[in-house]
């Protein structure tokens, strides 16, 4: 195939994105496969690895749940995207996507599934005043 390079997503937050293994040369179902994350270029961490057997394991401590690799391709799937996951995400030390999770108008605010996620300030006016309207009850 060559060299495709780093694919670009963006996302709202609370949505899944999936972040496939666009490397040179991508790991078959029986390779080892490491995601690591990275941020402004100082730190990174594995979020998870994939061994020759097949077995994944979640290195995200607490994130388990958000986490997650696809049965047969290397493809990386996060649910409930934070701002806090934007970055570079690496695939077997190789840049294979760049997320950038950015905070969803009114209209995504239906997808989110937990409300307390939200931070102050980040609602806009019109779903604070819904949300006093509900407690009247």
């Known amino acids: ?3 495709s390079g780093p694919a670009h997503y963006t996302v709202s937050n609370g949505r899944t994105v999936q972040l ?15 995601w690591t994350f990275s941020n402004s270029g100082s730190n990174s961490e594995t979020i998870l690895t994939r061994d020759e057997r097949g077995t994944v394991t979640i290195k995200k401590l607490g994130q388990e749940h958000r986490f997650s690799l696809l049965p047969i391709e290397p493809t990386l799937v996060i649910r409930d ?18 997320l950038l999770v950015i905070k969803g108008g009114p209209g995504h605010s239906s997808t989110q599934k937990t409300p307390t996620a ?20």
């Open 1 to 3: 195939h060559g060299q």
């Open 20 to 34: 496939p293994c666009n490397t040179s040369l991508p790991p078959t179902s029986s390779e080892r496969v490491q």
């Open 81 to 98: 995207v934070q701002p806090a996951d934007s970055g570079q995400y690496l695939c077997n030390s190789e840049h294979a996507a760049h």
């Open 118 to 137: 939200a931070t102050p300030g980040s609602e806009d006016s019109s779903s604070v005043s819904a949300s006093l309207f509900h407690t009247v009850y």
